[in-house]
C-alpha cells in the first residue's frame, strides 16, 4: 500500500493544482501506449493514477491523512497496535479497566459498547478485568478488492464540447458507453465501479482520464469557444449572412457593415457545457480576406483616396 504522495512525488502540503502537475508529467511519460514493451511502465501507470484520484478527492485525502485508510483506499485497524500515542507501546495499560487512545483515558467497555452494539465487549471487561471473548473480528481488515485499472480515453473536439456518448472497450473485451460530464477537459476523470481487477474483496474500478483532441479551426477559452472566420472584402464592407461552423451544426450569422478584421461577434449558448449549468459562447473573431492579384481591386485600391491614418491612436 504505496503513499500516494510519495508515488506522485509531492508533499503532503502540495495543493490540488501541485498534485494535477505531476500527474499529468507522470502519465505522459508511463502511457501505455508510449510503453507498449514495458509492463512495469503500465504498472506504474496505474498506480499514479489511483495516487491521483485518492488525493483530488477531498473526503479521501483527509482520511488518509488522518490514518483511517490506508493508501488503496482501505480502512485501517481502528485501535492502531503497534507503537500507541506518545509512544507507549499500544496504549493499554495494566488492570485492563483503562485504555490510553490518543493521550486520553477511559473506559474500555464504553468503546465496545459503541462499536459492538454493548455486547460482548462490556461483557469482557465487567469479568475480572479481562476479556472473555467475542472479538473474533478484532483488528481484521476487510479483504482488499482488485487492483483499478487505468484507461485514457481521446475524446473529440466537437464531442467534448456537446457532451456526446463515447464507447470504450475494456480489457476483457466488452464495451460500454459513457456519458461525458459537463465541464469536462483533458485530465477529467471518471470512475466505472467494480470495473476493474478482481480481488479477494470483489472487483476494483475502472478509472477512465479523458484527453481531448485538439481542433483544426476551434480553440478553447475556458467554456468559451474561439474560432477566426475569414470574411470577403464586400462581406466586410456591405455587411452579409453568412454560415458559421460550430460543434452543433453550421448556423447563420450577421455580419455587421463595416467590420473590420478583428471584430468579435458572440453566439450564445455554443460553447462548452459549465459544471454548475449552462454553456459558454462561440466568440467568433472575424479576419477579412484579400484576393491575390485581383486586378478590379488593385484598380479599385489604387483610385481610393483615403486620407485617414489607421495607425494614429499608435503615435506613428
Known sequence: MADPYATLGVARTASEADIKKAYRKLAKELHPDRNKDNPKASERFSQVTQAYDLLTDKDKRARFDRGEIDGDGNPTSPFGFGTGAGGQGGGFRPGGAQFDFGGEAGDLGDIFEGLFGGGAGRRGAGQGGGFSGGFGGFGRRPAAK??????????????????????????????????????VETGTQMRLSGKGEEGPGGFGDAIVTIEVQPHRFYT???????????????????????????????????????????????????????????????????????????????????????????RGRMGV
Open 146 to 183: 482488485g487492483a483499478n485499472v487505468a484507461y485514457r480515453l481521446a475524446v473529440s473536439f466537437e464531442d467534448a464540447a456537446r457532451l456526446a456518448p463515447q464507447r470504450i472497450t475494456l480489457r476483457d473485451g466488452k464495451t460500454i458507453d459513457l456519458k461525458l460530464p459537463a465541464g
Open 220 to 310: 478553447r477559452d475556458g467554456d468559451d469557444i474561439r474560432l477566426d472566420l475569414p470574411v470577403t472584402l464586400s462581406e466586410a464592407v456591405l455587411g452579409a449572412q453568412v454560415r458559421v461552423p460550430t460543434p452543433d451544426g453550421a448556423v447563420m450569422l450577421t455580419v455587421p457593415k463595416g467590420s473590420t478584421s478583428g471584430k468579435v461577434l458572440r453566439l450564445k449558448g455554443r460553447g462548452f457545457h459549465k459544471k454548475g449549468g449552462g454553456r459558454g459562447d462561440l466568440l467568433v473573431t472575424l479576419m477579412v480576406d484579400l484576393p491575390v492579384d485581383d486586378d478590379a481591386l488593385i484598380e479599385f485600391a489604387q483610385g481610393w483616396q483615403n486620407k485617414g491614418n489607421p
